[in-house]
């Protein structure tokens, strides 16, 4: 961990850091692949500008939604606020932001006619990109901390030797980057949506795994349910479904005078 | 040469997956066991036990969080020369007088030489205790980023809530209403 980094007068949030540095990679990214499929770049940076400042606002809203009572001393209603907003601490901040994010992302593409699935290719990488930043941020704070153990592997947090869940992350979403990247060499070899589609499987089948490693993960009441796994597994069974959707009704094989 | 899997192909595997996922859930969830505050390690974390520290309080006596046992703690990280905690300073001594012996609340000052936080306190009218982590051993130990940070613990030493930034009175009222609740 290293949260502070003391430069001097100056002290650094180095997570703050981490993070921002990822949604600006990340962006950076998605517009020049942008351009690599006809979109405006400047489009696309403004887009995800747009989406990121909706998704911080509608995590916020959440916040102050499910602890209102905090606010207006209305604590049964607000508790019941809480209740159906927040199945699991703090995932109100996360599905209401991103929700947020891609209602704006959504409107802005449709009003600035951009085509959406190209889009989608176009952020993918992006979006692999700030999971990055995401992941070496829960390293430099110590969020995202996995359960205690005695492997080899393991990395010291605090008193004790943990689960390196964050350094899983970060190597995962590097990882499906590189796989995205491999993928998306010649968009024109792709159906439109394609890279979004194996994001969605990636990161989803990679937040199933790793979240049991975690000694900090939300559980839905006292089922033991760790709501993440849910979430990402309803992910990773909807990615599966699209290519479902878009899969021929039955397997051909192509001829060489097909191929040619 | 390879075939893509035609769709119900896909449909099969989606299936499994979603088989297999559920029961990979099912295996994995936290036991019962593991979910009992009392079960779990100590953490700075909602649900697991604060953990315990001792400090040399401004008075010159130790003070360990383990002595307050049986009251809610307002946890509170701060700095005199931090701004916001300067802002929420009148809060916490506000809901101090208020809580008197049902509750605590506790300064934890940070790296800091104690004639000035001494000298701080006076001039604020800070009656609360205040502790000295001079090595920021404690403020590790909770994974304190910024000040104030402030953690709320039950009267069983779980914490129950963490808050970065200023506090304000209604906020503090609020959580240590809260606190105080008996559990069912």
């Known amino acids: ?260 | 040469m390879k075939l893509p899997p035609s769709r119900s192909g896909w449909i099969v595997i989606t299936v499994l997956v979603a088989a297999f996922g559920g029961a990979w859930i099912g295996l994995t969830r936290v036991q019962a066991g593991e979910a009992n505050p009392n079960g779990r390690p100590p953490s700075p974390n909602i649900g697991h036990p604060a953990p315990d520290f001792t400090l040399p309080a401004l008075s010159g006596e130790s003070l360990s969080l383990s002595d307050l046992r049986g009251r809610p703690v307002v946890l509170n990280f701060w700095a005199t020369w931090c701004g916001p905690c300067r802002v929420e300073i009148p809060a916490l001594e506000a809901a101090s007088q208020a809580a008197g012996s049902q509750g605590v609340i506790l300064g934890v000052n940070v790296q800091e030489d104690p004639e000035r936080v001494m000298a701080f306190a006076a001039e604020l009218g800070i009656t609360y205790p205040i502790v000295l982590d001079a090595s920021a051993e404690v403020a590790r130990l909770y994974r304190v980023n910024g000040f104030p940070t402030t953690y709320f613990i039950d009267p069983q030493g779980v914490v129950a809530g963490v808050f970065h930034g200023p506090l304000n009175a209604p906020l503090l009222e609020t959580r240590l209403m809260e606190l105080s609740a008996p559990t069912r």
């Open chain 1, 1 to 260: 961990m290293l949260p502070l980094l003391q430069i001097g007068p100056f002290t650094l949030r180095t997570p703050g850091l981490a993070l921002l540095g990822g949604l600006w990679l990340g962006l950076e990214m998605a517009s020049r692949e942008g351009v690599r499929r006809g979109i405006d770049g400047d489009r696309i940076y403004a887009l995800g500008l747009y989406t990121i400042l909706a998704g911080a606002a509608g995590a916020r809203l959440a916040f102050v939604l499910v602890n209102l009572g905090m606010y207006l001393h209305l604590s049964p209603w607000t508790q019941a606020i809480g209740a159906i907003l927040a199945p699991a601490g703090g995932t109100e901040i996360a599905w209401i932001g991103a929700l947020s994010a891609l209602g704006v992302a959504v409107f802005l593409a449709r009003r600035w006619k951009l085509p959406l699935l190209v889009l989608v290719d176009a952020f993918a990488p992006g979006i692999a990109v700030c999971a990055i930043g995401i992941g070496l941020a829960n390293l430099l704070s110590g969020d995202y901390y996995g359960v205690e153990t005695s492997a080899p592997w393991g990395i010291e947090m605090g008193a004790a030797r943990r689960q390196p869940t964050q350094v899983l992350f970060v190597l995962t979403a590097i990882a499906i980057f590189f796989i995205l990247r491999r993928l998306g060499r010649d968009p024109a070899a792709r159906d439109p949506g394609f890279l979004g589609q194996v994001l969605l499987v990636a990161l989803s089948l990679a937040i199933l795994l790793i979240e049991p490693l975690r000694e900090d993960s939300p559980v839905v009441g006292t089922s033991g349910i760790r709501i993440w796994q849910v979430i990402a597994l309803s992910g990773l069974v909807a990615g599966l479904a699209t290519f479902a959707l878009r899969a021929p009704a039955a397997a051909t094989a192509a001829t060489p005078e097909e191929k040619t």
